[in-house]
């Protein structure tokens, strides 16, 4: 019998992106304790780890720019 393999990429973590917390009760379709008027519980979850993860790369964005500042001005400095 002939058998197919696959060959596997190494997993590799991402981590610049919060993935999120997974609860027991996100499988569990009858332990909705909302009526859904504000939406899904999940859906709201998810939409304000997007947002973190949006904070967090605008603020390492600040933080490489003021970096690159900080080193500008030294450069300067030690050109007079």
């Known amino acids: 019998m002939t058998?197919?393999?696959e060959s596997q990429r190494p997993y590799k973590v991402d981590h610049?992106?919060?993935g999120g917390i997974v609860y027991p009760?996100?499988?569990n379709p009858n332990?909705?304790?909302q009526s859904g008027k504000n939406g899904s519980a999940i859906a709201r979850?998810?939409?304000c780890d997007?947002?973190?993860d949006r904070q967090c790369r605008s603020k390492a964005e600040n933080r490489k720019l003021l970096e690159e500042m900080k080193n500008d001005q030294r450069n300067n400095e030690t050109k007079m």
């Open 25 to 27: 009760s996100d499988f």
């Open 3 to 5: 058998e197919q393999t």
């Open 50 to 52: 997007h947002q973190f």
């Open 16 to 18: 610049t992106q919060f």
């Open 45 to 47: 979850r998810i939409a």
């Open 31 to 33: 332990n909705r304790k």
